[in-house]
């Protein structure tokens, strides 16, 4: 009985070991596979929602996740894109180590919002464009044609002269209370930049007496204008608007 029992253990101890063993070897090459990937170029091409390459503008760094692992949000500024057509400006999640300013090639996976993108991590091709440059070659030998990625539409701004008239609010500003006698007329003419919506964006003096520049600006500030456009086009105006001060 005791060496049936002996042999016994013998064996159980046998088979622990078996399975200890073949467990750390399945562990350790999982993450070797991940770490490592054996996916090629036009393999994870054909995976992929979207390849492009870009500069990196802003990077989001998120708080721990659930798998213990950081995430980034990267804002990227799209110079090239291959099986989709891009915006100029996209925002892609993966895992931490971008850096703003830098040039990657990524390969893109459409996240459930369908609006931006996520990598694989370190499972996937996506990488600095000095080391990926090889997989741009791959895509070119392989005739795989660019998409387009949208140029951002500068908002035109027209001149349109002297703006008194032109103002929905337009009336001279009070003289400034805070100025001594002998208190003298002054004229002050600002230049001012309204925009699609009839806002003014930007107000500078460009002549006058400086006693009067800040009462000037405040007038000028708050005026409104009804939208302009041109061709159809909502568009930016720009101009002249003067203030007479009168004691």
């Not at 390969?107 to 499972?123: I, P, Q, S």
Request: aromatic residues 10%; hydrophobic residues 40%.
């Amino acid at each position: 009985m005791r060496k049936k029992g002996a042999s016994e253990f013998l064996v159980l101890r046998l088979f622990l070991c078996c399975l200890l063993i073949c467990v750390g070897y399945l562990s350790t090459n999982a993450q070797c596979s991940c770490a490592m990937p054996g996916i090629t170029a036009l393999e994870e091409y054909a995976d992929a929602t979207v390849v492009f390459t870009g500069e990196v503008v802003d990077v989001q760094k998120s708080d721990q996740g659930n798998d213990g692992g950081r995430y980034e949000t990267v804002k990227i500024a799209v110079d090239r894109a291959w099986k989709k057509n891009l915006e100029s400006t996209i925002t892609v999640t993966g895992a931490d180590g971008w850096k703003v300013g830098a040039r990657y090639l990524i390969y893109g996976y459409l996240n459930d919002d369908k609006l931006t993108y996520a990598t694989r991590g370190c499972c996937s091709r996506t990488g600095p464009l000095e080391q990926t440059e090889k997989d741009i070659d791959e895509f070119f030998n392989a005739g795989y044609a660019l998409a387009h990625v949208s140029v951002p539409r500068k908002e035109k701004v027209i001149s349109a002269g002297w703006l008194n008239r032109r103002a929905l609010n337009f009336k001279d500003p009070k003289y400034p209370s805070e100025l001594k006698k002998p208190r003298p007329a002054a004229r002050v003419e600002v230049r001012i930049v309204a925009d699609t919506e009839g806002n003014v964006i930007s107000a500078e003096v460009s002549r006058g007496p400086v006693a009067f520049h800040d009462a000037a600006l405040e007038a000028a500030r708050k005026l409104k204008f009804s939208p302009t456009q041109l061709s159809g086009v909502p568009v930016k105006v720009s101009g002249w608007v003067s203030y007479d001060f009168k004691p």
